[in-house]
């Protein structure tokens, strides 16, 4: 079983940036993909990015590639998500989750274990 433990976010101007972190207990934490979510007020929760166990594969929704850059560090048993050009309608709870598998579908249901969520706030 792997509990995530999330870190980062809080309000930034539109074009800031923000690093968010998603810390990992457990064992084995490198035989788990990754991914981030997040979900606005009314809204859906939605695939943000994601990435592999050893970290050579990565997936990012159309609206943040260029912009956001999903890492992770075995060793510290951490992924990151680095945010730059931070967007107003971004404005959202971030999420990460990870499961033991990486492939091409990114769901909310395909994974398992959740970190407890952060607030990110981009004022225009």
């Known amino acids: 079983q792997v509990q995530l433990v999330q870190s980062g976010g809080g309000l930034v101007q539109a074009g800031g940036s923000l690093r968010l972190s998603c810390a990992a207990s457990?064992?084995?934490?490198?035989?788990?993909?990754v991914g981030w979510f997040r979900q606005a007020p009314g809204k859906v929760r939605e695939f943000v990015a994601a990435?592999?166990?050893?970290?050579?594969?990565?997936y990012y929704v159309d609206s943040v590639k260029g912009r956001f850059t999903i890492s992770r560090d075995n060793a510290l048993n951490t992924v990151y998500l680095q945010m730059n050009s931070l967007k107003s309608e971004e404005s959202a709870v971030y999420y990460c989750?990870?499961?033991?598998?990486?492939?091409?579908?990114?769901?909310?249901?395909?994974?398992?274990?959740w970190g407890q969520g952060t607030q990110v706030t981009v004022s225009s």
């Open positions: 989750a990870a499961r033991p598998s990486f492939n091409g579908r990114h769901r909310p249901r395909d994974y398992d274990y």
């Open positions: 457990g064992r084995s934490f490198n035989s788990y993909a």
């Open positions: 990435i592999s166990q050893n970290g050579d594969n990565t």
